[in-house]
């Protein structure tokens, strides 16, 4: 059975970065010494992000990492910060983008565009006598299968009639109600409208110093950067408890005091923790890059799952040290000690993850992969047997593969994976076979039909070395 992929983001992910900027933001924004007891932030709950006051919704916010300007990639997600804003009626929106969002044609800004959208789904359900085609009548009704307009209609109006859905959409789309009034792209530091990847990290740097500075404490390269993954931790520890606690009424939010508490600690002493975040970071930000090249990454089709995304948001999903134990399987070839080396990953591997393993989540269905939770694991089946056992990795074929087998059997940290795991998919282009229980320099004298199966208390004879197109093909 495939892994539970229903987290959709991290503290590590575009949008937590951008939640945690806006709020060190507003908290550079106030005076110093400021009250902010009553102020906080909450994640994934009416949108990405609200700010509350009070425990009064302030501010509502949408974020989206599209690789794409055009409007109809947003559509959607401006629907349901707009219908958000119908239903908290005293809230401001923002989306925030890494791209500029481009307008439809031929309009000039963002509100008169969204207005055309609402426009088309009065304009489709005015015609009498209504056959029940309309998006709004989909929406009202108890069918399944309904397109995604219709979906996010229905789950922000739910148990209105189509008549109430439309009466609603036009008082917005007339001004009546003010929703579109309240609702705006969210505006950076520098003016700009949009906030690409890597600026998102800078200007979470540029927040923690700028506080620092309004404190009257130093500031260093080596404390700002710290407290940075300290603070992505921090969100990213809150995702995960609320992912575990998502059947819970009580939303729990993040008070600014907190934030606070956390810039403010001294960061002197490295911790495996701190590295651990620090890993999880460089981590994510490897896949975004892959995902921010058009040649390597083509977004799904409408109603298409992608494979990456959903292998992303799982891994994500997993503690900081606990990602790390599983990435160390990823590198069979490479021996990272489990205490205190996690900062060799950073160097050996980053080709590695950006061209290679991620990849292999791209290309490879994410319905055949399976993570061994006790023993951090994550691996492709076909069966249950060891020889139908696929593990992803970093390995470029930048040797040749009888020296990656030596590598492989040689390295202390992955030794459990011999007995365990039957084909290794590498970026290479050779299949290759070679023997765990041999010398590391003989190759594994297979015969015609021999059985290459292992004991289950031994290591496989045969282990296989898979170039990824022919993985893919075969864990079809």
Request: include cysteine.
């Amino acid at each position: 059975m495939a892994f539970d992929a229903s987290p959709s983001w991290s503290g590590f992910n575009y949008q937590g970065k951008v939640a945690l900027y806006h709020a060190l933001r507003i908290i550079n924004t106030e005076p110093v010494g400021t009250n902010l007891s009553a102020r906080s932030l909450m994640l994934e709950n009416i949108e990405d992000f609200e700010i509350l006051n009070a425990g009064a919704y302030q501010s509502l916010h949408q974020v989206k990492a599209y690789n794409s300007t055009s409007y109809s990639n947003y559509s959607n997600a401006l629907l349901e910060i707009t219908l958000a804003l119908y239903k908290k009626n005293s809230s401001n929106g923002f989306i925030h983008t890494w791209k500029k969002i481009g307008f439809k044609q031929p309009f000039t800004n963002l509100i008169d565009s969204i207005k055309d959208d609402l426009g088309i789904l009065l304009s489709q359900y005015e015609p009498m006598p209504r056959n029940g085609n309309s998006l709004i009548e989909k929406a009202a009704s108890g069918i399944s299968g309904i397109p995604k307009t219709a979906s996010i209609l229905r789950e922000a109006l739910c148990n209105k009639t189509a008549d109430e859905i439309y009466s609603i959409i036009n008082s917005i789309y007339t001004g009546d109600n003010d929703s579109l009034a309240r609702l705006e792209t969210y505006r950076y530091d520098d003016e700009n409208d949009f906030c690409d990847l890597s600026s998102i990290n800078i200007k979470i740097r540029i927040e923690i110093e700028k506080f620092l500075e309004l404190q009257g404490r130093a500031t260093t390269v080596e404390q700002t950067e710290r407290t940075f993954h300290y603070l992505l931790g921090m969100i990213d520890e809150y995702v995960i408890n609320r992912h575990e606690q998502k059947k819970e009424d009580e939303k729990v939010s993040i008070p600014f005091v907190k934030i606070i508490e956390l810039v403010l600690e001294d960061r002197e002493k490295i911790s495996k923790r701190y590295l651990a975040f620090k890993f999880k970071d460089f981590f994510s930000s490897k896949i975004d890059e892959f995902i921010a090249n058009e040649d390597d990454y083509k977004a799904p089709a409408d109603n298409k799952v992608c494979n990456l995304i959903v292998t992303r948001n799982y891994l994500l999903s997993l503690t900081a040290m606990d990602l790390w134990s599983c990435y160390r399987s990823f590198s069979p070839q490479t021996y990272l000690e489990h205490a205190s080396n996690i900062d060799n990953a950073f160097n050996v591997e980053e080709q590695g993850i950006r061209h290679v393993l991620t990849k292999i989540f791209y290309l490879i269905d994410h319905s055949r992969s399976v993570h061994d939770i006790e023993r951090h694991k994550f691996t492709y089946k076909l069966s249950a047997a060891p020889e139908d056992n696929y593990l992803p990795t970093t390995i470029f074929d930048i040797t040749s593969p009888e020296r990656i087998a030596k590598q492989i059997i040689q390295n202390p940290s992955v030794n459990e994976l011999l007995y365990e795991v039957g084909n290794i998919i590498y970026q290479g282009a050779k299949f290759h076979q070679f023997s765990p229980v041999l010398s590391s320099n003989a190759e594994a004298p297979v015969e015609v039909g021999e059985d290459t199966r292992g004991k289950q208390n031994e290591a496989l004879r045969v282990i296989n070395l898979v170039p990824i197109l022919i993985a893919k093909d075969s864990l079809l």
